[in-house]
């Protein structure tokens, strides 16, 4: 069985001490990116939120112009 020498070994843990060392800055950048991609999903969500109200406000609006509509009809007996 060949010997395995201290330099190997040495060398061998620095490698794997430098893939560790990469994957832990590739772990942050991706950790970065996330947070950004969450940010952005609550923009989104707020938006969505947002334009729901302005079509409910919108509904309501639409509701009480047929209301008036329907009393002006009354008034001039128009109503068919």
Avoid: C, P, W, Y
Wanted: hydrophobic share 40%.
């Amino acid at each position: 069985m060949a010997e395995v020498s201290l330099e190997f070994m040495q060398d061998m843990t620095q490698r794997i001490m430098d893939g560790f060392a990469t994957m832990h800055d590739d772990m942050q950048d991706v950790k970065t990116r996330l947070s950004a991609v969450e940010r952005a999903v609550i923009g989104l969500r707020r938006d969505q939120t947002h334009d729901a109200a302005n079509a409910a406000h919108a509904q309501d609006r639409m509701d009480r112009l047929g209301e008036r509509v329907a009393r002006i009809e009354r008034r001039l007996e128009i109503v068919s």
